[in-house]
């Protein structure tokens, strides 16, 4: 009861918070239940806590991936247009070498944007899932000392709690460590990033469109 009570007031921590649910569920298991199954109640219990926390520590990943993926190709189609722009230019000084390599310097900026964005993407998305990796270390080491520490001290949960011991003197944070809504797991959902490339993509579309429209009318 101890130990529960101080990891609930460091819930924050990933191990207070994961010692928590399985000593939470080895408490409350029913009397009639064997000590082994109690066990396997906690042992269940670290379980769900350990993928819960991990797949919130990992929230973001997955839009940094799609950042540090599309950004160097973002630019390089940018990259690519201004190349055609350059070749494509009307008149004599499309064959000046200094107006071809101005308009390739030009072109070349939009590279130089996507690698910005990309390097310090890749950075910060292997500094959080290195951070994730350390932090799952700590937390398999604390579900097995607190599973050897359960199994070696199974006459504990047989001794009546003290009067005020219980899940209400816990808060609600126990509610949400041990309650039936430790099946739900949140995950990243990069719906303004979404919207933002939707409508670039839109407005990409839109002037491709126009620009053909405009060439076609002025070539008749």
Same mark, same amino acid.
């Given at each position: 009861?101890?130990?529960?009570?101080?990891?609930?007031?460091?819930?924050?921590?990933?191990?207070?918070?994961?010692?928590?649910?399985?000593?939470?569920? *080895?408490?409350?298991?029913?009397?009639?239940?064997?000590?082994?199954?109690?066990?396997?109640?906690?042992?269940?219990? *670290?379980?769900?806590?350990?993928?819960?926390?991990?797949?919130?520590?990992?929230?973001?990943?997955?839009?940094?991936?799609?950042?540090?993926? $599309?950004?160097?190709?973002?630019?390089?189609?940018?990259?690519? *247009?201004?190349?055609?722009?350059?070749?494509?230019?009307?008149?004599?000084?499309?064959?000046?070498?200094?107006?071809?390599?101005?308009?390739?310097?030009?072109?070349?900026?939009?590279?130089?944007?996507?690698?910005?964005?990309?390097?310090?993407?890749?950075?910060?998305?292997?500094?959080?899932?290195?951070?994730?990796?350390?932090?799952?270390?700590?937390?398999?080491?604390?579900?097995?000392?607190?599973?050897?520490?359960?199994?070696?001290?199974?006459? $504990?949960?047989?001794?009546?709690?003290?009067?005020?011991?219980?899940?209400?003197?816990?808060?609600?944070?126990?509610?949400?460590?041990?309650?039936?809504?430790?099946?739900?797991?949140?995950?990243?959902?990069?719906?303004?990033?979404?919207?933002?490339?939707? *409508?670039?993509?839109?407005?990409?579309?839109?002037?491709?469109?126009?620009?053909?429209?405009?060439?076609?009318?002025?070539?008749?």
């Amino acid at each position: 009861t101890e130990a529960i009570v101080v990891a609930t007031h460091h819930s924050r921590g990933h191990v207070a918070s994961i010692v928590a649910a399985g000593l939470t569920a *080895f408490v409350d298991a029913a009397p009639q239940l064997t000590d082994a199954e109690a066990i396997g109640a906690a042992e269940r219990a *670290f379980q769900r806590r350990h993928r819960r926390l991990v797949a919130d520590l990992k929230s973001g990943v997955g839009t940094l991936t799609s950042i540090a993926l $599309l950004a160097p190709f973002i630019g390089l189609v940018g990259t690519v *247009f201004g190349i055609m722009g350059t070749f494509v230019g009307g008149g004599d000084r499309s064959t000046g070498l200094s107006y071809v390599a101005g308009g390739l310097a030009e072109a070349l900026v939009t590279t130089a944007f996507g690698l910005l964005v990309a390097i310090p993407s890749v950075w910060c998305r292997n500094y959080v899932l290195t951070s994730v990796e350390i932090f799952e270390s700590e937390m398999s080491n604390a579900t097995l000392e607190t599973m050897t520490y359960c199994d070696s001290h199974c006459h $504990l949960r047989h001794v009546p709690e003290h009067p005020g011991a219980g899940k209400t003197r816990y808060g609600s944070v126990l509610d949400d460590i041990s309650g039936t809504r430790s099946w739900e797991i949140a995950y990243d959902r990069p719906r303004g990033l979404l919207l933002l490339v939707s *409508f670039y993509t839109l407005l990409f579309v839109l002037l491709v469109v126009s620009t053909a429209l405009v060439a076609s009318l002025g070539a008749r």
